[in-house]
């Protein structure tokens, strides 16, 4: 089981910027696939974006050229910077450890953190 701590979440206006943080426990987290879900009010999580652990990347279509995910083994964090805000990104975002099937799609371990809240409002 490994430990993620999500920080980073808030209030911004449409158009802002965010940088969500993971902080994750364990020693071997170079070798984890990681990924940010979030979940809007009477919504269904969804996966945002996802990285391997050589850093390839994926993501949501709704987010694409706007939210990066990224990694930094030696902290053993995982970001998301959220550039171009809109009402629609308001939701709690969830970071998770996972793995890639041989298709090249995501799968959720049950390694959740607590959700951090990101609200865009004027």
């Known amino acids: 089981h490994v430990q993620l701590v999500e920080s980073g979440g808030g209030l911004v206006q449409p158009g802002g910027s965010l940088r969500l943080s993971c902080a994750a426990s364990?020693?071997?987290?170079?070798?984890?696939?990681m990924a940010w879900y979030r979940q809007g009010l009477g919504k269904q999580r969804e996966l945002v974006a996802a990285?391997?652990?050589?850093?390839?990347?994926n993501y949501a279509d709704s987010v694409k050229g706007r939210l990066t995910i990224s990694r930094d083994n030696a902290k053993n964090t995982v970001y998301l910077q959220m550039n171009s805000l809109k009402f629609e990104d308001t939701a709690v975002y969830y970071c998770?450890?996972?793995?890639?099937?041989?298709?090249?799609?995501?799968?959720?371990?049950?390694?959740w953190g607590q959700g951090t809240q990101v609200t865009v409002s004027s």
């Open positions: 990285i391997t652990s050589s850093s390839r990347t």
């Open positions: 998770n450890r996972g793995f890639y099937i041989i298709s090249g799609t995501y799968r959720p371990y049950a390694d």
């Open positions: 364990g020693s071997i987290f170079s070798t984890y696939a």
